[in-house]
């Protein structure tokens, strides 16, 4: 009888299960109700996020006191950002600035991209979606589809999800994503493929002359995507296969800037 | 018993704000296997996608993987803990 009736109430229990969790999935999949939780959510979690940065700071400038090597390690995490950073504006700001200046005179318009910087709160290793979190929203005149970049010109994402005083940035480089691009110095139009984590494969036909090390740009605004990393070549495939990569390394991105869109 | 979830609850919240997704992961699946039914995981799941997800991304873009993945882990934890037994 116990038995009978333990089962029973097992059965109910997962009768209800089921039913809370279709009710879950019919609101993460149905957009107006998803979007009103999120931007909730993004209210109170920005600040979870940067009580924590905040606290991870100064647990480490304690520490720093006591454990000289951990200090040291920390040090050179943060220069190793900031060459990433350098090197980045190296390989593309002399090059573009000159062929953006030569357009713009072409074009008798000098123009000027209005742009906001964002810290990231949450980075691409947090999970497997492939996003940032950014700590700039509406607020700051931010649109969904507004180009993300780092240090100045290296292109990242776009904002796909907005909050007031938050966004969304989902990574060029998350799974399945797919842009047109321009690869090499013969500019090679092709569609590039995201492969997660900064990393992308891109098709161009056999015969291209395309190298280690070349740069892969986006069209409208030469912003670059990445540099060539690695060239496959098989002479019975039509094609070449290169893989690329951003220029620094996107876990370790601590801010970005928004190019946000003259409407 | 209940003390010890809460406060295993508390940790995993601060794991998914503060840790990688994998940290996330093995958490969860230990507190499936240590408490009874542990429900809250579907909570974590669903905080998960609110929080990192987006439509149009990877798994077929429907942005829900917070909540497949807890369902694997409830439930295959569940099967897992009858088999043991």
Redesign the interface.
Known sequence: MTLHHDKLQLRR?NIV?AV??LV??F???Y?PV?GA??QT??TG?PA??RF?GAF?DTLNSFLGGFQSKRSLVLENNTLKEEVNRMQANMLDRNILKERVIRLEEAFGRMGEDNRVVADVL?GP???????L?IDAGAENGIMVGDRVVYAGAGVIGEI??LYDTAS?V?LYS???EEYEVFVGQQSIPSVAKGRGMGNFEVKVPHGSLVIVGDEVLMPNGNLILGIVGSVEEDRILPFIRVLFRTTFNIAEVRSVEVIVNKR | MLTKRIIFGLILIGTI?????WAVFILAILGAFHFP?Y?EV?AFG?????????????FF?????G?IVS?LIFFGIERAKREIR
């Open positions: 229990k299960l809370l969790v879950s999935a609101v993460l999949l957009g998803r939780i999120s959510i993004h979690a979870v996020w924590g991870g949450a290793g947090w999970s497997p979606y492939d996003t979190i796909a999800e969304k989902k998350s799974h399945g | 704000f503060y840790a990688p997704w039914r429900y579907f669903i905080l998960f996608d609110f929080l990192y997800g987006i439509t149009g991304s990877i873009g429907f942005g829900i993987i909540l369902c």
